[in-house]
């Protein structure tokens, strides 16, 4: 069981140049979430998607894409990078997004804007 | 505006006891997280509290008072391990939650 995985690991990226951060879970889960993780700051909110098909936006969605084809995919797609998108992303999956559902949590993605 | 509050880092020694205290303000309120989350890791869940009061899990505990917009988590009898960073985070009733930017807890022998 694999839960939620995501690639790469690490990227160093040219500014200027497109990305795409993969996320793929296998829980079911109908809920799923992009963050952005920077120092002294609390986790930030790219993207969201409530179910399969429907995606809405977080607290800091500019230059930032999201997709929901199917119910294990959330791709996150930065259209043209620029060095403030220097940071970790998480993406995140939970089963809904009634108060109690927590959410679990992938391992992570260093991107690195020069 | 919304608002979570934790100290930026804390230090205490094995085998005691600490507490880790969260202040928000948010416009509403469906419950309150908190993640552990190691260096170079992933955030993974410890508590959810929506109603007030404590709940046990272990060694850990979380309190939450909805009155006051406070929490705080409980660590008994520490050990090296649970050095990390503490998460707070807020439902706030639009099915987002808003994190606060966590605490860092150094454990020394």
């Known amino acids: 069981i694999a839960g939620i995985t995501q690639a790469p690991t690490s990227q160093i990226l040219a500014a200027g140049r497109r990305m795409t951060l993969r996320c793929t879970q296998d829980m079911r889960h109908n809920a799923m979430y992009w963050y952005r993780q920077d120092l002294g700051l609390g986790l930030r909110l790219i993207h969201y998607s409530n179910t399969a098909g429907t995606t809405g936006k977080g607290e800091v969605p500019d230059g930032y894409s999201v997709s929901r084809a199917n119910t294990d995919d959330f791709p996150l797609t930065l259209a043209s990078a620029v060095p403030s998108q220097t940071s970790v992303y998480f993406c995140?999956?939970?089963?809904?997004?009634?108060?109690?559902?927590?959410?679990?949590f992938g391992p992570g993605t260093r991107l690195t804007v020069l | 505006g919304q608002n979570i509050d934790q100290p930026t880092e804390m230090t205490a020694t094995e085998g005691a006891i600490v507490q880790i205290n969260c202040t928000y303000q948010?416009?509403?309120?469906?419950?309150l997280f908190w993640y552990q989350q190691h260096a170079g890791e992933a955030p993974t869940f410890l508590s959810y509290?929506?109603l007030d009061g404590l709940e046990e899990k272990g060694r850990f505990s979380s309190f939450l008072s909805r009155s006051k917009g406070y929490s705080y988590l409980l660590l008994k009898e520490l050990q090296m391990k649970d050095s990390a960073s503490y998460l707070c985070?807020?439902?706030?009733?639009?099915?987002?939650?808003?994190w606060g930017a966590g605490t860092k807890l150094i454990i020394k022998p």
């Open positions: 995140a999956s939970s089963p809904g997004t009634s108060g109690s559902n927590e959410q679990f």
């Open positions: 509290n929506v």
């Open positions: 948010t416009s509403g309120f469906n419950g």
């Open positions: 985070a807020v439902n706030g009733g639009n099915y987002q939650l808003i």
